[in-house]
Protein backbone atom coordinates (compact mmCIF):
# COMPACT_ATOMS: atom_id res chain seq x y z
CA UNK A 1 0.00 0.00 0.00
CA UNK A 2 1.44 3.22 -0.81
CA UNK A 3 2.28 5.39 2.28
CA UNK A 4 -0.04 8.44 2.58
CA UNK A 5 1.73 11.97 1.44
CA UNK A 6 2.95 14.22 4.45
CA UNK A 7 3.51 17.56 3.63
CA UNK A 8 7.32 18.50 3.83
CA UNK A 9 5.94 21.62 6.16
CA UNK A 10 3.09 23.91 6.85
CA UNK A 11 2.08 24.54 3.82
CA UNK A 12 1.66 21.96 0.61
CA UNK A 13 1.39 24.09 -1.95
CA UNK A 14 4.83 24.83 -3.90
CA UNK A 15 6.70 28.10 -2.88
CA UNK A 16 8.97 29.20 -5.15
CA UNK A 17 11.09 32.30 -3.58
CA UNK A 18 10.38 34.59 -6.49
CA UNK A 19 6.94 34.23 -5.83
CA UNK A 20 6.74 34.06 -2.14
CA UNK A 21 8.58 35.12 1.29
CA UNK A 22 8.42 32.43 3.65
CA UNK A 23 7.59 33.82 7.06
CA UNK A 24 7.62 30.80 9.75
CA UNK A 25 4.32 28.74 9.02
CA UNK A 26 2.77 31.48 6.70
CA UNK A 27 3.81 32.92 2.90
CA UNK A 28 3.48 35.75 1.59
CA UNK A 29 2.99 37.20 -1.90
CA UNK A 30 5.85 39.33 -3.36
CA UNK A 31 4.12 42.38 -4.78
CA UNK A 32 6.26 42.13 -8.05
CA UNK A 33 4.90 38.74 -8.70
CA UNK A 34 1.90 40.16 -9.34
CA UNK A 35 2.36 42.77 -12.15
CA UNK A 36 1.40 41.82 -15.11
CA UNK A 37 -1.47 39.57 -13.36
CA UNK A 38 -5.07 40.14 -13.74
CA UNK A 39 -7.66 41.62 -11.16
CA UNK A 40 -7.80 38.03 -9.74
CA UNK A 41 -4.23 36.66 -7.66
CA UNK A 42 -3.94 33.32 -9.03
CA UNK A 43 -4.11 30.23 -6.90
CA UNK A 44 -0.43 29.33 -6.70
CA UNK A 45 0.79 33.14 -5.80
CA UNK A 46 -1.89 33.83 -3.17
CA UNK A 47 -0.60 34.42 0.42
CA UNK A 48 -1.32 31.76 3.33
CA UNK A 49 -1.37 32.14 6.81
CA UNK A 50 -1.62 29.03 8.88
CA UNK A 51 -2.00 28.81 12.65
CA UNK A 52 -0.39 25.99 12.31
CA UNK A 53 -0.49 23.29 9.20
CA UNK A 54 -2.51 22.96 6.56
CA UNK A 55 -4.63 19.89 7.16
CA UNK A 56 -5.35 16.82 4.83
CA UNK A 57 -9.14 15.90 4.90
CA UNK A 58 -11.15 13.26 3.09
CA UNK A 59 -13.85 14.86 1.51
CA UNK A 60 -16.69 11.76 1.48
CA UNK A 61 -16.41 11.23 5.34
CA UNK A 62 -15.94 15.76 5.99
CA UNK A 63 -19.48 16.86 7.67
CA UNK A 64 -19.82 20.47 8.36
CA UNK A 65 -21.85 20.48 12.00
CA UNK A 66 -24.65 23.39 13.00
CA UNK A 67 -25.36 23.39 16.54
CA UNK A 68 -26.19 25.72 19.53
CA UNK A 69 -28.79 27.70 21.47
CA UNK A 70 -29.42 29.54 18.77
CA UNK A 71 -30.86 27.01 16.85
CA UNK A 72 -35.01 26.06 17.16
CA UNK A 73 -33.79 22.05 16.91
CA UNK A 74 -30.89 20.02 17.62
CA UNK A 75 -27.71 19.55 15.56
CA UNK A 76 -27.60 19.59 11.88
CA UNK A 77 -25.22 18.22 9.49
CA UNK A 78 -23.97 19.01 5.75
CA UNK A 79 -21.97 17.06 4.04
CA UNK A 80 -19.95 18.40 0.74
CA UNK A 81 -22.54 17.52 -1.86
CA UNK A 82 -25.16 18.83 0.25
CA UNK A 83 -23.52 22.26 -0.08
CA UNK A 84 -22.61 21.97 -3.52
CA UNK A 85 -26.56 21.03 -4.46
CA UNK A 86 -27.39 24.09 -2.55
CA UNK A 87 -27.80 27.63 -4.77
CA UNK A 88 -24.93 28.85 -5.24
CA UNK A 89 -23.17 32.76 -5.35
CA UNK A 90 -20.09 33.96 -6.59
CA UNK A 91 -18.48 37.24 -5.26
CA UNK A 92 -14.19 38.76 -5.68
CA UNK A 93 -13.41 39.54 -2.35
CA UNK A 94 -9.87 40.20 -0.78
CA UNK A 95 -8.81 38.22 1.85
CA UNK A 96 -6.30 40.33 3.80
CA UNK A 97 -4.36 39.49 7.09
CA UNK A 98 -4.87 41.83 9.79
CA UNK A 99 -1.28 42.20 10.11
CA UNK A 100 -0.87 42.70 6.70
CA UNK A 101 2.23 46.17 6.60
CA UNK A 102 3.11 45.19 9.93
CA UNK A 103 6.92 45.10 9.69
CA UNK A 104 6.60 49.04 8.68
CA UNK A 105 5.95 49.52 12.25
CA UNK A 106 9.35 49.29 13.28
CA UNK A 107 10.79 50.17 9.99
CA UNK A 108 9.06 52.98 9.42
CA UNK A 109 7.82 54.32 12.72
CA UNK A 110 10.58 52.95 15.26
CA UNK A 111 7.85 51.11 17.04
CA UNK A 112 7.83 47.67 18.34
CA UNK A 113 4.93 45.10 17.93
CA UNK A 114 4.34 41.89 18.06
CA UNK A 115 3.57 39.31 15.47
CA UNK A 116 4.66 38.25 12.23
CA UNK A 117 6.43 40.96 10.20
CA UNK A 118 4.32 40.61 6.83
CA UNK A 119 5.44 43.50 4.27
CA UNK A 120 2.52 44.51 2.42
CA UNK A 121 1.85 40.71 0.42
CA UNK A 122 -0.51 38.92 3.34
CA UNK A 123 -3.63 39.83 0.81
CA UNK A 124 -5.08 38.38 -2.06
CA UNK A 125 -8.45 39.05 -4.56
CA UNK A 126 -9.89 35.66 -5.52
CA UNK A 127 -13.10 34.90 -7.05
CA UNK A 128 -14.90 32.95 -4.49
CA UNK A 129 -18.07 30.54 -5.05
CA UNK A 130 -20.11 29.17 -2.37
CA UNK A 131 -23.09 28.84 -0.81
CA UNK A 132 -24.63 32.08 1.34
CA UNK A 133 -24.43 31.39 5.49
CA UNK A 134 -27.33 32.86 5.63
CA UNK A 135 -28.92 30.01 3.54
CA UNK A 136 -26.50 27.22 5.62
CA UNK A 137 -27.98 29.14 8.85
CA UNK A 138 -31.50 29.36 7.42
CA UNK A 139 -31.41 25.36 6.68
CA UNK A 140 -30.36 24.55 9.94
CA UNK A 141 -32.93 26.47 11.65
CA UNK A 142 -31.55 29.43 13.27
CA UNK A 143 -33.98 30.89 15.45
CA UNK A 144 -34.48 34.55 15.81
CA UNK A 145 -32.64 34.88 19.10
CA UNK A 146 -29.29 34.16 17.72
CA UNK A 147 -26.69 36.11 18.49
CA UNK A 148 -23.24 35.25 17.56
CA UNK A 149 -22.53 32.35 15.20
CA UNK A 150 -18.88 30.83 15.98
CA UNK A 151 -17.06 28.79 13.05
CA UNK A 152 -13.86 26.54 13.76
CA UNK A 153 -11.08 24.96 12.27
CA UNK A 154 -10.29 21.48 11.56
CA UNK A 155 -6.81 22.08 11.58
CA UNK A 156 -4.16 21.13 15.01
CA UNK A 157 -4.89 22.90 18.02
CA UNK A 158 -3.33 26.12 18.41
CA UNK A 159 -0.42 26.08 20.79
CA UNK A 160 1.72 29.03 21.92
CA UNK A 161 3.88 29.88 24.49
CA UNK A 162 3.12 26.62 26.30
CA UNK A 163 -0.94 27.31 26.20
CA UNK A 164 -3.24 25.68 24.03
CA UNK A 165 -5.56 27.87 22.61
CA UNK A 166 -8.30 25.06 20.75
CA UNK A 167 -9.51 25.14 17.21
CA UNK A 168 -8.96 28.14 15.52
CA UNK A 169 -12.59 29.98 15.74
CA UNK A 170 -13.97 33.46 16.07
CA UNK A 171 -17.43 34.92 16.78
CA UNK A 172 -19.13 37.04 14.25
CA UNK A 173 -22.21 38.57 14.93
CA UNK A 174 -25.58 37.31 13.60
CA UNK A 175 -25.98 40.26 11.53
CA UNK A 176 -23.02 40.03 9.40
CA UNK A 177 -23.21 36.67 9.11
CA UNK A 178 -26.56 36.94 7.46
CA UNK A 179 -25.31 39.96 4.82
CA UNK A 180 -22.63 38.46 2.96
CA UNK A 181 -20.76 36.05 3.91
CA UNK A 182 -19.76 32.76 1.81
CA UNK A 183 -19.39 29.37 2.79
CA UNK A 184 -16.82 29.01 -0.57
CA UNK A 185 -15.69 25.70 -1.93
CA UNK A 186 -14.19 27.58 -5.22
CA UNK A 187 -11.82 29.75 -5.39
CA UNK A 188 -11.07 30.94 -9.28
CA UNK A 189 -12.60 28.24 -10.92
CA UNK A 190 -11.27 25.58 -8.96
CA UNK A 191 -12.11 23.89 -5.70
CA UNK A 192 -10.59 25.11 -2.91
CA UNK A 193 -6.66 24.43 -2.90
CA UNK A 194 -5.94 22.53 0.72
CA UNK A 195 -4.00 25.52 1.75
CA UNK A 196 -6.85 27.51 1.27
CA UNK A 197 -9.31 25.98 2.95
CA UNK A 198 -10.13 22.51 1.03
CA UNK A 199 -13.06 21.24 1.35
CA UNK A 200 -14.94 25.10 2.30
CA UNK A 201 -13.86 28.03 3.74
CA UNK A 202 -15.68 31.34 4.94
CA UNK A 203 -14.99 34.23 2.84
CA UNK A 204 -16.22 37.44 5.61
CA UNK A 205 -15.38 40.26 2.74
CA UNK A 206 -14.33 43.63 4.00
CA UNK A 207 -13.34 42.04 7.34
CA UNK A 208 -9.92 40.70 8.75
CA UNK A 209 -8.41 37.33 7.35
CA UNK A 210 -9.00 35.74 10.78
CA UNK A 211 -12.33 35.92 10.10
CA UNK A 212 -12.56 33.93 6.84
CA UNK A 213 -12.02 30.35 9.20
CA UNK A 214 -10.37 27.34 6.61
CA UNK A 215 -11.35 23.89 6.85
CA UNK A 216 -14.39 24.37 8.44
CA UNK A 217 -16.30 22.10 10.25
CA UNK A 218 -18.14 23.14 12.89
CA UNK A 219 -20.71 26.42 13.15
CA UNK A 220 -21.66 27.13 16.94
CA UNK A 221 -25.08 29.28 16.71
CA UNK A 222 -25.80 30.78 20.36
CA UNK A 223 -28.05 33.23 21.54
CA UNK A 224 -25.84 34.42 23.90
CA UNK A 225 -22.68 36.27 23.18
CA UNK A 226 -19.57 34.15 21.93
CA UNK A 227 -15.96 34.23 22.78
CA UNK A 228 -12.41 32.74 22.00
CA UNK A 229 -8.46 34.05 22.10
CA UNK A 230 -8.98 35.36 18.63
CA UNK A 231 -11.31 37.95 20.08
CA UNK A 232 -10.14 38.23 23.60
CA UNK A 233 -6.91 37.78 23.07
CA UNK A 234 -5.28 38.65 19.44
CA UNK A 235 -7.68 40.97 17.02
CA UNK A 236 -7.74 43.60 19.47
CA UNK A 237 -5.89 47.40 19.64
CA UNK A 238 -4.21 47.91 22.19
CA UNK A 239 -2.48 51.35 23.02
CA UNK A 240 -2.52 54.80 24.22
CA UNK A 241 -5.73 55.90 22.63
CA UNK A 242 -7.34 52.82 23.01
CA UNK A 243 -9.86 51.64 25.96
CA UNK A 244 -7.91 49.96 28.47
CA UNK A 245 -9.21 46.03 27.16
CA UNK A 246 -8.51 47.28 23.75
CA UNK A 247 -10.46 48.01 20.58
CA UNK A 248 -12.27 44.53 18.56
CA UNK A 249 -10.67 44.22 14.42
CA UNK A 250 -13.31 43.95 12.24
CA UNK A 251 -13.05 45.98 9.07
CA UNK A 252 -9.83 46.38 7.18
CA UNK A 253 -8.24 49.68 6.40
CA UNK A 254 -7.21 51.49 3.66
CA UNK A 255 -3.90 50.38 1.94
CA UNK A 256 -1.57 50.90 -1.81
CA UNK A 257 1.14 48.28 -2.69
CA UNK A 258 3.62 49.17 -5.97
CA UNK A 259 4.09 46.01 -7.88
CA UNK A 260 7.73 46.39 -7.54
CA UNK A 261 10.57 44.61 -5.65
CA UNK A 262 11.64 46.36 -2.22
CA UNK A 263 15.12 48.19 -3.38
CA UNK A 264 14.05 47.79 -7.20
CA UNK A 265 16.27 48.62 -9.65
CA UNK A 266 14.96 50.49 -12.35
CA UNK A 267 15.82 51.88 -15.59
CA UNK A 268 16.33 55.66 -16.81
CA UNK A 269 13.71 56.63 -19.09
CA UNK A 270 10.23 56.61 -19.30
CA UNK A 271 8.32 53.84 -17.73
CA UNK A 272 4.87 52.84 -16.22
CA UNK A 273 4.93 52.00 -12.32
CA UNK A 274 1.87 49.81 -11.81
CA UNK A 275 0.10 49.00 -8.43
CA UNK A 276 -3.33 47.95 -6.48
CA UNK A 277 -5.07 49.80 -3.50
CA UNK A 278 -8.35 48.51 -1.71
CA UNK A 279 -9.81 49.33 1.45
CA UNK A 280 -12.55 47.45 4.02
CA UNK A 281 -14.64 50.73 3.94
CA UNK A 282 -15.76 50.85 0.00
CA UNK A 283 -14.27 51.15 -2.93
CA UNK A 284 -11.01 53.10 -3.80
CA UNK A 285 -11.86 56.27 -4.80
CA UNK A 286 -8.35 58.07 -6.11
CA UNK A 287 -4.77 57.12 -5.70
CA UNK A 288 -1.99 60.19 -5.33
CA UNK A 289 1.71 59.05 -6.43
CA UNK A 290 4.79 60.75 -5.00
CA UNK A 291 7.88 60.30 -6.50
CA UNK A 292 9.70 63.12 -4.38
CA UNK A 293 7.54 63.36 -1.27
CA UNK A 294 6.24 67.09 -2.72
CA UNK A 295 4.45 66.50 -5.51
CA UNK A 296 1.09 64.32 -5.96
CA UNK A 297 -0.47 63.13 -9.36
CA UNK A 298 -3.23 61.11 -9.58
CA UNK A 299 -2.90 57.24 -10.61
CA UNK A 300 -5.00 55.85 -13.30
CA UNK A 301 -7.26 53.45 -12.68
CA UNK A 302 -6.65 50.36 -15.00
CA UNK A 303 -9.59 47.88 -13.22
CA UNK A 304 -12.90 48.57 -12.11
CA UNK A 305 -12.48 49.49 -8.56
CA UNK A 306 -14.85 46.83 -6.14
CA UNK A 307 -16.03 46.94 -2.69
CA UNK A 308 -14.56 44.59 -0.85
CA UNK A 309 -11.49 44.33 -3.31
CA UNK A 310 -9.02 46.58 -4.85
CA UNK A 311 -8.56 48.82 -7.60
CA UNK A 312 -5.72 48.02 -10.30
CA UNK A 313 -3.48 51.36 -11.13
CA UNK A 314 -0.89 52.76 -13.15
CA UNK A 315 1.48 55.94 -12.89
CA UNK A 316 3.55 56.99 -16.39
CA UNK A 317 7.11 58.22 -14.72
CA UNK A 318 10.29 59.48 -16.14
CA UNK A 319 13.20 59.56 -14.02
CA UNK A 320 15.82 61.74 -15.64
CA UNK A 321 18.58 61.25 -13.13
CA UNK A 322 20.04 58.34 -11.63
CA UNK A 323 19.80 57.42 -8.14
CA UNK A 324 17.67 56.65 -4.86
CA UNK A 325 13.88 57.62 -4.70
CA UNK A 326 11.15 57.22 -2.81
CA UNK A 327 8.43 55.85 -4.25
CA UNK A 328 4.65 56.84 -2.57
CA UNK A 329 1.24 55.73 -3.52
CA UNK A 330 -1.56 56.76 -0.94
CA UNK A 331 -5.41 55.73 -1.41
CA UNK A 332 -8.93 57.54 -0.65
CA UNK A 333 -11.53 55.28 0.24
CA UNK A 334 -15.53 55.20 0.42
CA UNK A 335 -15.72 57.10 3.61
CA UNK A 336 -13.18 59.47 2.41
CA UNK A 337 -10.22 58.43 4.79
CA UNK A 338 -7.05 58.77 3.14
CA UNK A 339 -4.04 56.87 4.16
CA UNK A 340 -2.25 59.04 6.90
CA UNK A 341 1.77 59.81 6.97
CA UNK A 342 2.07 57.56 10.44
CA UNK A 343 -0.34 54.64 11.53
CA UNK A 344 -1.34 54.74 15.24
CA UNK A 345 0.18 52.20 17.03
CA UNK A 346 -1.03 49.15 18.57
CA UNK A 347 1.01 46.61 20.25
CA UNK A 348 0.36 43.58 18.23
CA UNK A 349 0.22 46.28 14.87
CA UNK A 350 -2.90 45.83 13.34
CA UNK A 351 -4.32 47.63 10.15
CA UNK A 352 -1.21 49.33 9.58
CA UNK A 353 -2.68 51.88 7.09
CA UNK A 354 -0.05 54.66 6.67
CA UNK A 355 1.43 55.32 3.35
CA UNK A 356 4.51 52.95 2.83
CA UNK A 357 7.82 54.54 1.67
CA UNK A 358 9.04 52.24 -1.30
CA UNK A 359 12.64 52.75 -2.02
CA UNK A 360 14.01 51.96 -5.60
CA UNK A 361 17.35 52.66 -7.01
CA UNK A 362 17.35 54.33 -10.56
CA UNK A 363 20.79 53.41 -12.84
N1 LIG B 1 -8.84 27.17 10.36
C1 LIG B 1 -8.08 28.26 10.14
N2 LIG B 1 -8.63 29.30 9.50
C2 LIG B 1 -7.90 30.41 9.25
C3 LIG B 1 -6.56 30.51 9.70
C4 LIG B 1 -5.99 29.37 10.34
O1 LIG B 1 -4.81 29.34 10.73
N3 LIG B 1 -6.79 28.27 10.56
N4 LIG B 1 -5.88 31.69 9.50
C5 LIG B 1 -6.71 32.89 9.35
C6 LIG B 1 -5.97 34.08 9.00
S1 LIG B 1 -5.18 34.87 10.30
C7 LIG B 1 -5.97 34.59 7.73
S2 LIG B 1 -5.20 36.07 7.40
C8 LIG B 1 -6.63 33.88 6.60
C9 LIG B 1 -5.63 33.60 5.49
O2 LIG B 1 -6.24 32.93 4.42
P1 LIG B 1 -5.33 32.26 3.28
O3 LIG B 1 -4.31 31.39 3.96
O4 LIG B 1 -6.28 31.49 2.42
O5 LIG B 1 -4.67 33.37 2.53
O6 LIG B 1 -7.19 32.64 7.03
C10 LIG B 1 -7.80 32.67 8.31
N5 LIG B 1 -8.48 31.42 8.54
MO1 LIG C 1 -4.48 36.87 9.58
Same mark, same amino acid.
Given at each position: ????????????????????????????????????????????????????????????????????????????????? #??? +????? +????????????? $???? $??????????????????????????? +????????? $????? #??????????????????????????????????????????????????????????????????????????????????? #??????????????????????????????????????????????????????????? $??????????????????????????????????????????????????????????????????????????
Amino acid at each position: MATPATAAGPIVKPLPPEIFDVLGTNAETRWEALRGQGYHVPNDRFFVRNHTSTPTIDVDTWRLTVFGSGLRGGPVEFGYR #DLR +SLPSE +SLSAFIECAGNGR $SYYA $SQQGQQVTGTAWHLGAIGVARWRGVRL +STVLAKAGI $SRRAV #DVLPEGLDPDYVTGGVNLGKVRRPLPVAKALEDVLVAYEMNGEPLPPDHGFPVRLVVPSWVGIASIKWLGRIEVADTQLASPW #DTQYYRLIGPVYPPDGTLVTHQVVKSAFELPRNAVLPRGKQVLTGRSWSGNGRIRHVDV $STDGMTWRHARFTSPACENAWVQWEFPWHPKAPGAYTLRARATDGTGTRQPDVAVHNTQGYLFDAIVRHPVTVV
